[in-house]
């Protein structure tokens, strides 16, 4: 595999770094850069903890930046725990997702921590309800005595019983989604927390773990509730794996709690190759998943060997395709292979009508969804995580992406989950080009060209590169990005700062660069990094080596594409529109399909439908199904039309086709063409059809007029069939049936009628007729010359100026 030529390529990872904080308003301490050591099994706890221990009395703001399964959970836990056990602090713990919060809490429970002590916001409506009914219950006045009233509210919510609090990000902050305020049950909580706090004199521990997948609450107003906790915190930890630049930004303000004092501790990703999953990339052609042949091979392969297996799925509709059964298809489909096994399956996505039907991660079963790329863990020995990747649209459909919508490090956290050694499968589709200029400089020459091969072999048709992009260079980007739109509206600011608008009136302020860094700063990243092309990415990041838990095994280029006989030209007409509107969309700002000539259509379709093993109502497609299927390609490319005759279509198409072969030959200079421009072969095709173009001459100089009207003999003339015999055409038609990229297939009716001519005379004819037609609307009609009745075919010279260019791609407007 090309990967090991990369073994002496580090992993790239978002460092966090002493200049990325104003010296002037922040106090840094040098980092902690932690070296892996091989003894530990690529584990850093041991080196860790001491770190952690040494400064337990100091307030700062800790960064924790290692990598996922490197064991840094265990050292923070024992950090939290022995805060836990003083009497003088209260420990918060903040998560981005629910299945987190078990999780620390089970975490907690393992090492000996009572339950009681625990808060977990899950189980909020427990800690209120017997509080609720004791108040339903009895008022203050119907009580006998003090003695009674205690009896009855011994057991009422105490926030003084709890030592640990787990709960979500956006509770702390008070993010409630669409509603402003959060529902009474959390504010009552919070109020007695912070009012704990303050009159016991507590200092609070924070925790922000996976800080990256929070950063959407960090807006100004939550950011803003924070102050709640000013002058409680003595010491904030955040951790990730993958930082971003939004969560440096999250460190400065969190940093105010604790005097603007940051300790960074981070450590190098070195992959530990005994531990590492097996990767193998699949890229496919046909987004119909569901059908993929190596999807279900694998599969079936996984559930006759008995093999455990999950498959993370970027959106909730593949999801549910992939577990329903569809008895009608005369395909096989993966809904096909676990049907009767509905118990075996955990179906891991929501329902917007009813979020009590949502599914966790259930280590005993088969899990299929979207809910599980990120907070849990995989720990299930042998095990193969099969991962599916939508078909790649632009950034500015970042929906599309589902589960993936935040880039790399959606990606790298997605595969981490898998803990133990097995196997994991990616689909994915084809990628972008690379761009050479752009490598590294320290990639050698040999590096560089098996990387670029690999790109070639994959990518799509087209020239479409992205560029590499170094994940530590971002900062310039939206120092850049911010310059640009400071600029825009510099003269606005200006006008503003010149008015003397009153206090009272709207706040009118251009918003500083933390907040846009904040509030839009990772989206425009993910647009730039890569080309905002997970495929391309993905592809990079596995011949390099980037993944700490997995290593490239296999590549496979999956060329199958799925039809069924019924409605095939509609499926035909559905798959050209989604591929044209991922052209469209591939690159942000600029249409890939808009862009392509003509003639390029045509190789792109024929390469990315046509030439594919086309499998129809489950068996092989036959050559006269593909023929068909290639001419329903031709048909929705240049026609607008929900028919499909194959009989009639294949004539208007062939005339269509060699109308525009004819016209932009003739209007070619060959001899003007730049040198290597075009192949030998194509320059011979564009000669022939100029030649062929001199025959229309022929027939246009022997037309005769009768009342206005113009005629043409039905049957070939002398003159035709001279000037034919003069140019020796037989040849060349030959060639053109070789080597004519539609001429050559048997689409058309074109290359079995000139096999058949026997004769020469029967070859004038074909050639006559067929010129005919392609240049001429031909109709019979009888009229009486010299008191005698005959029938002339009259003509109209069809309307082709505007025809596209099927035949070559055209010259640059320059040359012209």
């Given amino acids: 595999m090309p990967n090991q030529y990369f073994d002496n390529i580090p992993i790239e990872y978002k460092e966090i770094n002493e200049d990325d904080f104003d010296s002037k308003l922040y106090n840094v301490e040098p980092k902690h850069l932690i070296e892996l050591d091989k003894k530990d099994n690529g584990f850093i706890g041991n080196k860790l903890l001491p770190i952690l221990s040494s400064d337990f009395k100091n307030r700062n703001t800790t960064i924790i930046n290692a990598g996922v399964g490197q064991g840094k959970t265990t050292a923070i836990l024992n950090a939290l725990l022995y805060y836990a056990d003083k009497e003088e ?97 959390r504010t009552e909580y919070f109020n007695r927390l912070q009012g704990y706090c303050k009159k016991q004199n507590k200092k609070i521990i924070l925790l922000f773990d996976e800080i990256h997948a929070s950063i959407h609450n960090f807006k100004e107003r939550f950011i803003y509730k924070l102050w709640n906790y000013y002058g409680l915190v003595h010491k904030a930890y955040i951790v990730s794996a993958t930082f971003n630049e939004a969560s440096k930004e999250v460190i400065k303000y969190l940093s105010e709690f604790t005097d603007n004092n940051i300790k960074i501790i981070e450590s190098l990703r070195e992959p530990v190759k005994e531990k590492q999953s097996d990767l193998f990339l699949n890229f496919y052609i046909d987004e119909q998943l569901d059908k993929d042949k190596s999807l279900i091979d694998l599969i079936s392969n996984l559930l006759a060997n008995k093999k455990r297996f999950d498959i993370l799925v970027y959106s909730k509709t593949l999801a549910e395709k992939l577990i329903k059964y569809d008895k009608k298809s005369k395909t096989k489909k993966v809904g096909h292979l676990f049907r009767g096994r509905e118990l075996e399956i955990n179906k891991c996505f929501s329902n917007v009508f009813n979020p009590t039907e949502e599914k966790r991660y259930d280590k005993s079963k088969i899990n299929i969804g979207t809910n599980f790329s990120t907070g849990i863990s995989i720990e299930k020995e042998e095990h193969t995580f099969i991962v599916l990747f939508p078909k790649n649209l632009s950034v500015k459909f970042l929906n599309n992406k589902g589960i993936f919508t935040n880039g790399s490090n959606s990606i790298i956290q997605a595969l981490a989950r898998q803990r133990e050694k097995g196997e994991i499968h990616i689909f994915l589709p084809n990628p972008l080009g690379l761009s050479e200029k752009s490598l590294p400089k320290n990639y050698s020459k040999t590096q560089k060209t098996i990387l670029l091969d690999e790109f070639e072999k994959c990518k799509i048709l087209g020239d479409n590169f992205i560029k590499y992009s170094d994940i530590n260079k971002q900062r310039n980007v939206l120092n850049q990005l911010y310059g640009k739109l400071h600029y825009e509206v510099e003269s606005a600011i200006k006008s503003i700062d010149g008015l003397s608008r009153k206090d009272e009136m709207n706040r009118l302020l251009f918003p500083t660069k933390e907040i846009l860094i904040l509030s839009h700063g990772e989206k425009h990243l993910v647009r730039d990094f890569f080309g905002g092309n997970l495929p391309s990415y993905i592809l990079w990041a596995s011949i390099t080596n980037q993944f700490l838990n997995c290593r490239l095994k296999n590549i496979k280029i999956i060329d199958r594409i799925y039809f069924e006989n019924k409605d095939l030209f509609f499926q035909v007409k559905k798959l050209i529109e989604k591929q044209k509107f991922s052209l469209v969309n591939l690159v942000e700002y600029y249409s890939v399909y808009h862009s392509m000539y003509d003639f390029e259509k045509i190789k792109f379709f024929i390469k990315s439908i046509y030439s594919m093993f086309i499998v129809i109502d489950g068996k092989k497609a036959t050559l006269a199904e593909k023929q068909n299927i290639l001419l329903m390609i031709l048909k929705v490319l240049f026609f607008e039309s929900d028919v499909f005759n194959s009989r009639k279509d294949k004539k208007e198409i062939l005339q269509y086709y060699l109308a525009s072969c004819f016209c932009h030959s003739n209007e070619l200079l060959v001899n003007e063409v730049p040198e290597n421009y075009f192949s030998e072969k194509i320059i011979k095709i564009i000669k022939v059809f100029k030649k062929w173009g001199t025959l229309i001459d022929i027939i246009e100089a022997n037309q005769e007029t009768y009342k206005k009207h113009t005629f043409i003999s039905e049957k070939t003339f002398k003159a035709f069939s001279k000037k034919y015999k003069a140019l020796n055409f037989n040849e060349d038609f030959q060639f053109l049936m070789d080597n004519d990229l539609l001429l050559s297939t048997n689409v058309f009716a074109f290359k079995d009628t000139f096999s058949r001519n026997k004769t020469k005379k029967e070859m004038i004819d074909s050639v006559y007729n067929l010129t005919k037609a392609v240049f001429f609307i031909v109709k019979s009609k009888p009229i009486k010359i010299d008191k005698n009745t005959v029938r002339k075919n009259f003509i109209n010279r069809k309307k082709i100026e505007s025809i596209p260019n099927l035949l070559f791609k055209e010259l640059p407007e320059l040359i012209l």
């Fill in 89 to 185: 602090y209260v420990v918060i713990v903040a998560v981005p997702f629910k299945s987190l919060i078990t999780q620390y809490e089970k975490e907690c429970i393992g090492r000996g921590v009572s339950k009681q002590r625990i808060f977990n916001l899950l189980e909020i409506d427990n800690f209120f309800k017997k509080e609720e009914k004791q108040e339903e219950k009895k008022s203050w006045g119907e009580y006998v005595d003090d003695e009674e009233w205690i009896k009855d509210h011994q057991n009422k919510f105490n926030i003084r019983n709890y030592d640990i609090h787990i709960l979500t990000v956006n509770a702390l902050l008070g993010n409630s989604g669409e509603s402003l305020l959060q529902s009474r049950k």
